[in-house]
């Protein structure tokens, strides 16, 4: 499997969302490599996206966690490999 483009998609919800809610989302590629023209061409290409962290009501995160901070780590570490 072959990644082609990487990138960063931070979506807010109007009214937030309730338990088992689920919308659709439109994700427009509008910069980097997600602009990148070759995509349209690509047969049976996946989209694999990955939740990192979410805020509840309250704007509390679920995960207390900084997960820039822990990304900008694993690209150190994996520089350093």
Known sequence: MKIWC???FVQAFKGGLEPREKPQLTFRPAYGSWNDPQLK???NAELK???TNFEDANGERAIAV???ILDMKRK????LQ
């Open 6 to 8: 990487v990138g960063v």
């Open 76 to 79: 150190v570490r994996a520089a």
């Open 41 to 43: 061409d690509l047969y």
């Open 66 to 68: 900084n997960t820039d």
């Open 49 to 51: 996206v990955i939740v």
